[in-house]
């Protein structure tokens, strides 16, 4: 039961763990993804009705609380047979479930090969510039304060920002501006709310206080609290990557979660900056898969005008605005290729003509037509939308290209919004589950790889479509090339796989 764990921690201590052979928490992720949490407590008491002694029992809580050397001997070896009996009885009931649901092979032959890969990324760990992260946090706190001072400003008056109270004050009973949604506590100032607030209304508050928030979680979430998760042994932070949560397939990391630092803004981008080599002579690469979503689409719907923008090479969103729009490429605005990347993407998690009028600031009926135009001129595409829709009906549940499932009850619910929520959520994990897929297949062939040709380079990060590897600089053109071959071809399309690779001496500079 969660084994990665058990290999990293006898690792540190010289030991290296072979031969394994299943994963209890990873066979439950395969057959129930949308379970809340696959811990092995949880997954006695629900699947073999059975209370686990909690650690608490042992250790205590609190200031109490002790390590577990200072328990006694009696009760650790109760706890610890307890764990291993629990396990040795999950594996005997989940290891038939796999064979019978049809998931052994994606079990033995990916998530399990893996859960070694993951292992070694969070055992090599990356290196920090701590002065350029430094310097980025004095320029956050700076850009804090500024925002701060512009949003007093515009109040006419001083007041605790972080406040939701307060600010609903200053937005609804001072400023006279529109309640958009009520909760529970009162009247919500949430980021939807203030998007919402800074689209209807020329009043810069609403726009300022969405900076200042990204601003501040920028610093509070990764500046501040990155160099205190620094290993003092090997001086590199050491993310946890999760391969049991996400219910499409996808792959998860915490302490830091570096999923989420933001590459579309400036500050987010000086985040990344400061990821650098583990040494002098050395330079990260970056893999990334170019709009790889979308030739999944392609693929999958078989749709022939989206397989020629991508057989030919074209920008697909600027290719899909000339069709509909009914104009030359080089004719294509800029307001006219937005809409159509929206729609491209907005296809893939099953959006409608509400949110697509919401996110490009047109009206509902513009959206619609435009929607409208797009499934006549790519007529693939909204069958294979239709197909995801009958096999959740059919099966309750769909699956990716490797036959990774995922139940949506939502699908038949009598609630329309319910109902709908299904039906999206039916069409993005197929997409975004064989997406997910894929980058898996493609870590494991390039550890594969890596080990077998006995090259210096290392994966580091994994976030969404992008690897992030250590290779010596004279080596770099040469390894960049292995692993575009390796990502292009981890599971064969019907239309090209583009992977945009680059080099540097920090995540930033490599992309």
């Known amino acids: 039961q969660n084994i990665k764990y058990d290999l990293i921690v006898l690792r540190q201590a010289g030991i290296e763990l072979q031969g394994i052979a299943f994963d209890t928490m990873i066979a439950s992720y395969l057959l129930a993804p949308e379970r809340r949490t696959q811990a092995m407590d949880a997954l006695a008491r629900d699947l073999l009705s059975l209370q686990t002694i909690p650690i608490s029992d042992l250790i205590g809580k609190g200031k109490k609380q002790v390590t577990m050397l200072e328990v006694e001997l009696d009760k650790v070896a109760e706890y610890a047979g307890e764990d291993a009996d629990i396990t040795w009885r999950l594996y005997e009931l989940l290891a038939p479930k796999l064979e019978t649901e049809g998931l052994r092979k994606l079990f033995d032959e990916l998530e399990m090969p893996l859960l070694s ?63 958009v949604k009520k909760t529970k506590t009162g009247r919500s100032t949430d980021a939807s709310v203030l998007e919402t607030l800074a689209a209807e209304t020329a009043h810069p508050l609403p726009g300022l206080i969405l900076k200042y928030r990204a601003v501040n979680k920028l610093l509070g979430t990764y500046v501040a609290p990155l160099p205190e998760l620094i290993s003092e042994k090997t001086g590199r932070v050491h993310a946890s990557f999760h391969q049991a949560v996400a219910a499409t397939g996808r792959l998860s990391s915490s302490d830091p979660n570096l999923q989420n630092i933001p590459v579309r803004t400036e500050q987010g981008r000086q985040i990344r900056a400061a990821f650098v080599p583990g040494g002098p002579g050395r ?203 390796e990502m292009a071809g981890a599971i064969e399309l019907k239309v090209p796989v583009k992977v945009d690779v680059a080099w540097g001496r920090n995540w930033l500079e490599s992309k």
């Open 117 to 179: 890969v993951l292992a070694d990324m969070e055992n090599e760990g990356v290196a920090l510039d701590l002065d350029k992260l430094e310097q980025t946090r004095v320029s956050l706190a700076a850009k804090v304060e500024e925002l701060k001072g512009e949003i007093h400003s515009g109040a006419g008056r001083e007041f605790n920002i972080d406040s939701p109270k307060q600010l609903s004050e200053i937005l609804f009973d001072e400023m006279n501006l529109r309640v």
């Open 283 to 485: 330079a990260l690469i970056t893999a990334d898969y170019s709009q790889i979503e979308l030739r999944v689409l392609a693929h999958l719907s078989k749709d022939k005008g989206l397989k020629e923008a991508f057989d030919s090479d074209q920008d697909i969103h600027t290719f899909v605005a000339a069709q509909i729009e009914g104009v030359e490429q080089d004719q294509v605005t800029r307001e006219q290729r937005s809409r159509a990347k929206a729609v491209n993407f907005g296809i893939i998690y099953g959006q409608g003509a509400f949110g697509l009028a919401r996110g490009l600031g047109i009206s509902r009926a513009e959206a619609a037509k435009f929607i409208d135009e797009y499934k006549e001129r790519y007529p693939g595409i909204p069958q294979f939308m239709e197909a995801c829709v009958s096999e959740a009906e059919k099966n309750g549940y769909v699956t990716t290209m490797l036959g990774r499932r995922r139940p949506i009850s939502e699908i038949h619910s009598n609630n329309r919004n319910l109902r709908a929520l299904g039906e999206r959520l039916a069409i993005n994990t197929v997409v975004q589950g064989s997406a997910a897929d894929m980058i898996k297949q493609a870590m494991v062939n390039l550890h594969e790889r890596i080990s077998r040709e006995e090259l210096d380079m290392q994966l580091l990060i994994q976030v969404h479509d992008e690897l992030v590897l250590d290779a010596p600089e004279d080596r770099v053109e040469d390894y960049s090339e292995i692993v575009r071959e």
